[in-house]
C-alpha cells in the first residue's frame, strides 16, 4: 500500500480522486494531520482540526467486485474499524448503520466511501475515515452526541502513529474480502450492529416511528418490521437516531 503523508489538505477524499486521475493504480492511503474541508454524510462537513484525529482516505482497486455486493465491502471497513477500538481497550464499539462507530451512545468515528463503477462492477474505492483521537468536547451540539479516544482512556495519541495502526486492521479484513469470505464479514458486522434485533427510533419521511432493526442486506438497505409488516429501507431517506443519554 503506497503512503501518501499530508500536513495540510482539503479532504484526503478530494484528493485520492485527483491521485487516480492522475493515474495511481495500486492501493494507496492518504493522510494529514488536518482538512480544512473534510465531508462526512449528507453532505456534512468532518470537524478536523490539526492533530485532534485520524483523517484519512484508503485507496483500493478492486478485480472482481460486483456493484450488488458493495455494502459488504462498507461492512468490513466498519469492522475493521472496530477491530482498531478494540486492540486500544475499546471493547464495547458499536455499528450504526450505515457507516458510523458509536462508543457509548457516542460518535467516534465515520466513514465516507465513494465507488467508481464501470459495467456491474466496481473498479475503485476510495474509503474515507475519521476517527476523534484527541479532542475534549462539552455542550457540543451534533446530532449524535461525540467523544474520542483521549475522553475515553484519558490518553494523548499522535495521529500518524494511529493512522498506521489503523492501516494494519484494516489490510486484515481486506484479505477476508478479497477471499470472497463475504458470509463471515457480514456476521462480524452484525455482531457489532447497533441495536440489532431491537427497538430503534427510525427516522422515515421526516417522522420518526418506533421499529425493530431486523439486519442489514448486501445492497445497503435496512430490514426494519414497524406498523405490522417487514420493510426495507435505505439511507439518507431513513436514519436511526440515537437517543440522548
Known amino acids: 500500500m503506497r503512503l501518501f503523508p499530508l500536513i495540510l489538505v482539503d479532504s484526503t477524499n478530494t484528493y485520492a480522486h485527483q491521485l487516480i486521475s492522475e493515474g495511481l493504480s495500486e492501493d494507496a492511503l492518504v493522510y494529514c494531520s488536518e482538512q480544512t474541508a473534510g465531508r462526512g454524510q449528507r453532505g456534512n462537513t468532518w470537524d478536523s482540526k490539526a492533530g485532534d484525529g485520524i483523517y484519512c ?56 466511501i465513494e ?52 492501516a494494519e486492521h484494516i489490510k486484515k479484513y481486506l484479505d477476508y474480502f478479497k477471499a470472497g469470505q463475504y458470509e463471515l464479514i457480514s456476521k462480524l458486522y452484525h455482531q457489532q450492529l447497533y441495536q440489532h434485533r431491537a427497538q430503534v427510533d427510525l427516522l422515515i419521511d421526516n417522522q420518526i416511528v418506533d421499529a425493530r432493526l431486523e ?31
Open 115 to 166: 465507488n467508481s463503477l464501470k459495467g456491474e462492477k466496481i473498479t475503485v474505492s476510495i474509503v474515507g475515515v475519521g476517527l476523534n483521537l484527541n479532542q475534549l468536547w462539552s455542550g457540543e451540539n451534533f446530532e449524535t452526541p461525540s467523544t474520542s479516544l483521549k475522553m475515553i482512556t484519558e490518553e494523548d495519541y499522535n495521529y500518524e502513529t494511529e493512522v498506521l495502526r489503523l
Open 215 to 245: 439486519g442489514i442486506n448486501s445492497d445497503g438497505s435496512a430490514s426494519v418490521f414497524y406498523d405490522g409488516e417487514s420493510r426495507k429501507v435505505y439511507h439518507p431517506q431513513a436514519r436511526i437516531m440515537v437517543k440522548r443519554s
Open 57 to 112: 482516505s484508503f485507496v483500493v482497486f478492486h478485480k472482481n467486485v460486483f456493484v450488488r455486493d458493495q455494502f459488504v465491502f462498507n461492512m468490513l471497513i466498519a469492522v475493521a474499524v472496530g477491530s482498531y477500538l478494540a486492540s486500544k481497550g475499546i471493547k464495547n464499539a458499536k455499528i450504526k448503520w450505515p457507516n458510523d462507530l458509536l462508543v457509548g451512545q457516542k460518535k467516534i468515528a465515520g466513514l465516507l
